[in-house]
Nanobody
């Protein structure tokens, strides 16, 4: 019943900005860590940014200073603000969340469907 739905991807020129959103819904008791991953064409899936429920953040070196992860716990939503985008940022971006469903005592790992971000040179 728990699912993550992403939005905000699209096509942008180098130097532009996009804001991704991911909202969790369903029978949720608690959301722990939330994160963004990405998979570039022909590449493995890489961690982009993480944020704990307490607000601690971590970023991949390639996006530090350009991307900002945030979350609104009241809305069960995590965001990724992406500024000064580069062609190398082109990838499918995936939302990830560790969620304790209602009726459970431990967290499960959930993934969004992915949203395409394309940065033109």
């Amino acid at each position: 019943q728990v699912q993550l739905v992403e939005s905000g991807g699209g096509l942008v020129q180098a130097g532009g900005s996009l804001r991704l959103s991911c909202t969790a819904s369903g029978s949720i008791k608690r959301i722990n860590d939330m994160a963004w991953y990405r998979r570039a064409p022909g590449k493995q899936r890489d961690l982009v940014a993480t944020m704990t429920s307490g607000g601690n953040t971590n970023y991949a070196d390639s996006v530090k200073g350009r991307f900002t992860i945030s979350r609104d716990n009241a809305k069960n939503t995590v965001y990724l603000q992406m500024n000064n985008l580069k062609p190398e940022d082109t990838a499918i971006y995936y939302c990830n969340a560790r969620i304790i469903p209602v009726g459970n005592w431990y967290e499960h790992d959930y993934w969004g469907q992915g949203t395409q971000v394309t940065v033109s040179s």
